[in-house]
């Protein structure tokens, strides 16, 4: 598994483009799905308004995340390397 991730870690610049005609290849394939039964007017009306719904939430759900980590609840990163120092321990 390390070999992999070496591998792809090397050839960076490859697994980004992949990564975009992948997602180009899905926007695409969801222009493709007939759309005439859909539940509401916007998954009918949006193009590809699933892929849009979730790259918006996990966008959202990621600021969520870092918000929470720097307003306290990440420890720092030298946390259990640092030494106590004299003001901590009175």
Do not use: N
């Not at 290849?25 to 005439?36: E, G, P, Q, R």
């Not at 929470?68 to 321990?89: C, H, K, N, V």
């Amino acid at each position: 598994m390390i070999a992999l991730i070496e591998y792809l870690q090397a050839r960076l610049k490859i697994v980004v483009v992949v990564c975009y005609v992948l997602l180009a290849l899905i926007a695409v394939a969801s222009l493709l799905v007939d759309t005439h039964h859909a539940h509401s007017w916007v998954e009918q009306h949006v193009p590809a308004f699933w892929s849009l719904f979730g790259f918006t939430a996990a966008a959202v759900i990621i600021g969520v995340a870092r918000w929470l980590g720097r307003s306290g609840i990440q420890a720092p990163t030298d946390f259990y390397t640092r030494t106590p120092s004299s003001e901590e321990d009175a």
